[in-house]
C-alpha cells in the first residue's frame, strides 16, 4: 500500500496533467456514467439501440489499434534510444511491462464492452427503470474506459517516438 501512496505522489509532483487523469479517470467517468443515466431517466436520451452498430464498429476498430501498437512496441523495445535510457535507468522490465498489461487490459475492457453492448440490444423494451438504468451507467463507464485507454496508449507511444532523438540521458523518462 505504501509503494502505491508513494507512486500516487510521484505521478501528482512529477506528471503532466495526462499523467494525473489517468489516476482519477474511472471516478470521472463514473460522474459521466450517472449524468448519462439521469438526461436518459428525464428522457433527453432517447434510446441506446440506434448507437450500438457504430459502437460496435468503433470498438472493433480500437481492437485493431491495439494489436498495431503491440507490434510497435515490440520494435521499439530492442532499437529505441528511449527504451536503452530506460534500460540504463533499471525500469526496462517495469515500464515496458506496465504498457504491455495496459494493452491486454484495454484488449479485455473492449471485449467486455462488446459483449455489454451486444447484451443491450437484446434488453426487453418493457423492461424495470432501474435495470436499465444500470446496464446503461456500465455500458457509458465501459465506453469512455476504452477511449482514454487508447489516448493515453496513443500519448505514451508517441512520446516515446518523439523523444527518442532527443532523448536527455539523465533524466528519467516521463510524458512531457
Known amino acids: 500500500m505504501k509503494s502505491y501512496i508513494e507512486r500516487l505522489q510521484h505521478v501528482f509532483n512529477k506528471g503532466n496533467r495526462i499523467d494525473k487523469f489517468n489516476v482519477v479517470n474511472y471516478g470521472v467517468f463514473g460522474i459521466f456514467s450517472i449524468a448519462s ?7 433527453f436520451l432517447k434510446s441506446v439501440r440506434f448507437g450500438i452498430s457504430d459502437t460496435i464498429t ?83 463507464w465501459l465506453f469512455m474506459v476504452t477511449l482514454w485507454g487508447v489516448f493515453y496508449i496513443v500519448d505514451t507511444i508517441v512520446v516515446i517516438s518523439v523523444t527518442d532523438n532527443n532523448f536527455n540521458n539523465s533524466s528519467e523518462p516521463r510524458h512531457k
Not at 37 to 43: E, S
Request: proline share 1%.
Open 58 to 140: 468503433v470498438s472493433s476498430i480500437i481492437l485493431g489499434i491495439l494489436g498495431i501498437f503491440i507490434g510497435i512496441l515490440i520494435g521499439q523495445h530492442e532499437n529505441s534510444n528511449f527504451f536503452r535510457a530506460v534500460k540504463r535507468a533499471g525500469r526496462d522490465k517495469e515500464f515496458f511491462g506496465n504498457l504491455m498489461m495496459k494493452i491486454r487490459n484495454q484488449f479485455f475492457f473492449n471485449i467486455v464492452f462488446i459483449i455489454f453492448t451486444l447484451l443491450c440490444d437484446f434488453l426487453p423494451a418493457g423492461m424495470n427503470i432501474l435495470l436499465k438504468s444500470f446496464f446503461l451507467f456500465l455500458w457509458v
Open 37 to 43: 443515466v439521469i438526461l436518459y431517466r428525464n428522457g
